[in-house]
C-alpha cells in the first residue's frame, strides 16, 4: 500500500528565514497530495494542497512543489515568522476511495 | 454544524472500563477517518469508512478497539477494557471524498488511569 515519508522530523529556523519541509511517497498512483497544519490543542487544518496535473502551486508565503517522476513533494514557508510555529503534516491520496495517507510530521519551530 | 464535531472533549475512565468517543462528520462527506495521537507525536491511523463500502479497520491496534458509523453519518470509537496505554487524543476527520480536503474536530483527549 501508500507509504509517505516526510522529514525533517524538527526544523528549527530564524525568523525571516525559509522553512523546507519535503516529503516522498509510494503509490505512482496518487494524485492528491494536501499539507496540514496543527496548532497545538487543535486538530490538523489544510493549508494548502497540490493536484498531480501541476507541478507548483503558491499562496502568499507558502508554496508546494511537486515532481511526479522522482514521487516526492516539498512545502516551502518563506519570511517565517513566529506563528508559522506548529507541526506540518504531508498526504497523499488516489482516486477510487482509498484512504488518505499522512506522513510523520514536522515540528517547525521559528525562532524571533 | 459548521465543521466536524467531537464529544468529549475529554475524557477521564479507570483503566478497564469501555469508553465511547462520537464523532459528527460535516453533513454529505462520505469519508470518515478515526486516528490516535499521542503526546508529541504523529497521526496514528485507525479506521477509515468510505460510503457504504466496508470500513479499512487495517489501524486498529487491538481487538479492544472498534468503530461503527450509523447510516453514513455519525461515527462512534469504542474502546473496551481500558488501559493506560490508550491515553492520547483521538481526532476524527471527514472529507467529501478521498480527494479533498479532511476536516479535522477538535479531537477527544483521553487519560486513563
Known amino acids: 500500500g501508500e507509504n509517505v515519508e516526510q522529514h525533517p522530523s524538527t526544523l528549527s529556523v530564524q525568523e525571516g528565514d525559509s522553512a523546507v519541509i519535503k516529503c516522498t511517497y509510494s503509490?505512482?498512483?496518487?494524485?492528491?497530495f494536501p499539507w496540514y497544519k496543527q496548532e497545538l490543542g487543535k486538530g490538523p487544518q489544510l493549508i494548502i494542497d497540490?493536484?498531480?496535473?501541476?507541478g507548483e502551486k503558491k499562496d502568499q508565503r507558502i508554496a508546494v512543489t511537486l515532481n511526479k517522476t522522482a514521487k516526492h513533494f516539498s512545502l516551502h514557508i518563506t519570511e517565517t515568522q513566529p506563528e508559522d510555529s506548529a507541526v506540518y503534516f504531508c498526504?497523499?491520496?488516489?482516486?477510487?476511495?482509498?484512504?488518505?495517507?499522512f506522513g510523520a510530521g514536522t515540528r517547525l519551530f521559528v525562532k524571533a | 454544524g459548521a465543521g466536524v464535531s467531537q464529544s468529549p472533549s475529554n475524557k477521564v475512565t479507570e483503566k478497564g472500563k469501555d469508553v465511547e468517543l462520537r464523532c459528527d462528520p460535516i453533513?454529505?462527506?462520505?469519508?470518515l477517518y478515526w486516528y490516535r495521537q499521542s503526546l508529541g507525536q504523529g497521526l496514528e491511523f485507525l479506521i477509515y469508512?468510505?460510503?457504504?463500502?466496508?470500513?479499512?479497520k487495517s489501524g486498529l491496534p487491538s481487538d479492544r478497539f472498534s468503530a461503527e458509523r450509523t447510516g453514513g453519518s455519525v461515527s462512534t470509537l469504542t474502546i473496551q477494557r481500558t488501559q493506560q496505554e490508550d491515553s492520547a487524543v483521538y481526532l476524527c476527520?471527514?472529507?467529501?471524498?478521498?480527494?479533498?480536503?479532511?476536516?479535522f474536530g477538535q479531537g477527544t483527549r483521553l487519560t486513563v488511569v
Open positions: 476527520a471527514s472529507s467529501s471524498n478521498s480527494q479533498t480536503e479532511a476536516f
Open positions: 503509490d505512482s498512483a496518487s494524485n492528491y
Open positions: 497540490i493536484r498531480s496535473n501541476v
Open positions: 498526504a497523499a491520496s488516489k482516486t477510487g476511495g482509498f484512504k488518505t495517507i
Open positions: 453533513s454529505g462527506h462520505t469519508a
Open positions: 469508512f468510505q460510503g457504504n463500502s466496508a470500513p479499512d
